[in-house]
Nanobody, 124 residues
Framework: QVQLVESGGGLVQAGGSLRLSCAAS????????MGWLRQAPGMEREFVAS????????YYADSAKGRFTISRDNAKNTMYLQMNSLKPDDTAVYYC?????????????????WGQGTRVTVSS
């Protein structure tokens, strides 16, 4: 049974940091690209960042560049998102996803497996 379990969300003040984790099980983690997408209230789910199966390459949405860092540890079947300099606009539910598409995963359709999400709230 495939499972992606996010953790690390919470309430933080603007300018603060959070580190999200995504623990994977039920599939061969190292064979999949991984990504983070987020959904703010009343908004469409949007791409944040992705990382290739090996971790050698990463890709970020413009909103995340320079502030967020995606990484993975294939030995632990875990992916991370380090978020610094957080802004109120970063408030959303953050979802972990796994897929094997040829692209960077900027659309929902490119992802095969999803976690349940972890909520991040950034206060001003």
């Amino acid at each position: 049974q495939v499972q992606l379990v996010e953790s690390g969300g919470g309430l933080v003040q603007a300018g603060g940091s959070l580190r999200l984790s995504c623990a994977a099980s039920g599939f061969t983690f190292s064979n999949y690209a991984m990504g983070w997408l987020r959904q703010a209230p009343g908004m469409e789910r949007e791409f944040v960042a992705s990382i290739t199966w090996s971790g050698a390459s990463t890709y970020y949405a413009d909103s995340a560049k320079g502030r967020f860092t995606i990484s993975r540890d294939n030995a632990k079947n875990t992916m991370y998102l380090q978020m610094n300099s957080l802004k109120p606009d970063d408030t959303a539910v953050y979802y972990c996803a796994a897929g094997q598409s040829a692209g960077w995963g900027t659309t929902r359709q490119e992802w095969r497996y999803w976690g349940q999400g972890t909520r991040v709230t950034v206060s001003s």
